[in-house]
């Protein structure tokens, strides 16, 4: 499997059978957890490996946990983790596809870019926390000289 991260992916997931990435209007399903591998090909093709934008997301915003991982920086690829509620999922959203959020009882509605609204099964309160990390990164990334 070949798959980078690019502008266009909205978000990957992996429900403890399959991993999903959603990318504009496509949807793509590999059997099997694919994360890890998808996130260090990525990595490494924009630069840096994924325990390298780890570590330097960590010194930037002074966090330890659900750390954003700056995936791309000439494409402002900023990528943040999130488990759901079920089924042990692992998801990584695209911080730059996500036009609005708003809690819907146990789900968080997210509006991506493209106007498709999708309900996740997460905790809106982590959710914003982890938008306001990636907020907090990005005004560091523009305010270095």
Do not use: H
């Amino acid at each position: 499997m070949n798959y980078l991260i690019n502008k266009n992916t909205y978000y990957l997931m992996y429900d403890n059978y399959k991993t999903v990435i959603n990318e504009l209007s496509t949807e793509l399903v590999f059997p099997g957890n694919n994360l890890k591998y998808i996130l260090e090909n990525s990595c490494k093709y924009y630069g840096s490996s994924f325990q390298g934008r780890i570590i330097g997301a960590r010194n930037l915003i002074k966090s330890r946990y659900k750390i954003p991982i700056m995936v791309s920086e000439k494409n402002n690829i900023l990528l943040f983790p999130l488990n759901g509620k079920k089924n042990d999922e692992v998801i990584w959203f695209n911080f730059g596809m996500i036009k609005n959020y708003e809690k819907d009882g146990e789900f968080v509605s997210i509006t991506f870019n493209n106007g498709i609204v999708k309900k996740f099964m997460i905790s809106y309160t982590v959710f914003n926390n982890q938008i306001l990390k990636c907020c907090r990164m990005l005004l560091i990334y523009m305010n270095r000289e």
